[in-house]
């Protein structure tokens, strides 16, 4: 990271990935140091949630991604990507959303903060 750039994130903002990466309206998953994270494309805005279905460990990058919803490939429980809110069971438990930072093309995240900038 270059130094204007550190000096403008915090400590624990990290790349992701380039925001080519993600075609409009998909979702794909990448390993974030010890974080499998899932970085979502809605209309031309970034989305970072962990990769990990809260209720059965199945990744949901590999599930259906409708509007800002994501549904499980499993058990077919869903989240809204926004907020992390559980809109469909058997899911009772709230995603983990992440705070998007981008710059220069490239997709970053606050591995501190929640999708509304709150510490997590």
Known sequence: MS???ASHMADN???VCAQADIAPETVKAF???DNRLAVYNIGGTFYVTDDE???AAASLAEGMLEGDVIEC???FGAFDVKTGEVK???CAVPLRTYKVVLQGG???VDLDKNAAGESA
């Open 3 to 5: 130094g204007s750039m």
């Open 13 to 15: 903002v990290v790349r």
């Open 31 to 33: 390993e974030v140091g």
């Open 53 to 55: 279905c809260t209720h």
């Open 73 to 75: 490939c499993v058990h």
């Open 88 to 90: 469909a069971p058997p």
């Open 106 to 108: 490239d997709v970053y």
